[in-house]
């Protein structure tokens, strides 16, 4: 399958993207350890107590990374409001837009996935196997994720956080 066969991701980025400045409350969890309110995440900015993801049973503070693409580095893209609900630069990645990617190319983020636990963003290529989830057949469990030891996109498995 191929991004030139006249298929487009459902979810690329066709520009970089602003962020916003402000961020809603924390939800920490009672009676587990790490922080229990947002007025102890002032290591960094908006910085807010959350729960771990996983199953790790521990408030931690997240904070905003970025609001947007050029405060993240070269070739990083931001990722706005993603993971803990804190703005996120997504290193690893080999694209920011869709102009990254060469003409009529497609940069999508890559969901965790059996590849990896992490989103990153990559270009779509010829050598890909699927495009979108939905290429991925009927069974609800399959995705579409960007896999680094082959280098193209290829149907995967959510990520099991353990």
Same mark, same amino acid.
């Given at each position: 399958?191929?991004?030139?066969?006249?298929?487009?991701?459902?979810? /690329?980025?066709?520009?970089?993207?602003?962020?916003?400045?402000?961020?809603?409350?924390? *939800?920490?969890?009672?009676?587990?350890?790490?922080?229990?309110?947002?007025?102890?995440?002032?290591?960094?900015?908006?910085?807010?107590?959350?729960?771990?993801?996983?199953?790790?049973?521990?408030?931690?503070?997240?904070?905003?990374?970025?609001?947007?693409?050029?405060?993240?580095?070269?070739?990083?893209?931001?990722?706005?409001?993603?993971?803990?609900?804190?703005?996120?630069?997504?290193?690893?990645?080999?694209?920011?837009?869709?102009?990254?990617?060469?003409?009529?190319?497609?940069?999508?983020?890559?969901?965790?996935?059996?590849?990896?636990?992490?989103?990153?963003?990559?270009? /779509?290529?010829?050598?890909?196997?699927?495009?979108?989830?939905?290429?991925?057949?009927?069974?609800?469990?399959?995705?579409?994720?960007?896999?680094?030891? *082959?280098?193209?996109?290829?149907?995967?498995?959510?990520?099991?956080?353990?």
């Amino acid at each position: 399958m191929s991004p030139d066969g006249g298929e487009i991701p459902n979810d /690329h980025r066709p520009a970089g993207q602003s962020c916003p400045t402000t961020r809603g409350p924390g *939800h920490p969890d009672p009676g587990i350890f790490g922080c229990t309110n947002d007025a102890q995440c002032d290591a960094g900015t908006n910085g807010r107590c959350n729960p771990t993801l996983g199953g790790a049973l521990m408030n931690v503070c997240t904070y905003d990374q970025c609001f947007q693409d050029s405060d993240c580095g070269t070739g990083v893209p931001c990722d706005c409001r993603s993971d803990f609900n804190a703005n996120v630069c997504r290193s690893g990645s080999n694209c920011r837009v869709d102009g990254d990617c060469g003409a009529n190319g497609y940069c999508s983020p890559s969901k965790p996935s059996s590849f990896s636990c992490i989103t990153t963003y990559y270009c /779509h290529t010829p050598q890909d196997r699927c495009i979108n989830d939905s290429d991925c057949g009927d069974a609800g469990s399959g995705i579409c994720a960007y896999d680094p030891a *082959h280098s193209r996109w290829d149907c995967a498995f959510f990520c099991a956080i353990p």
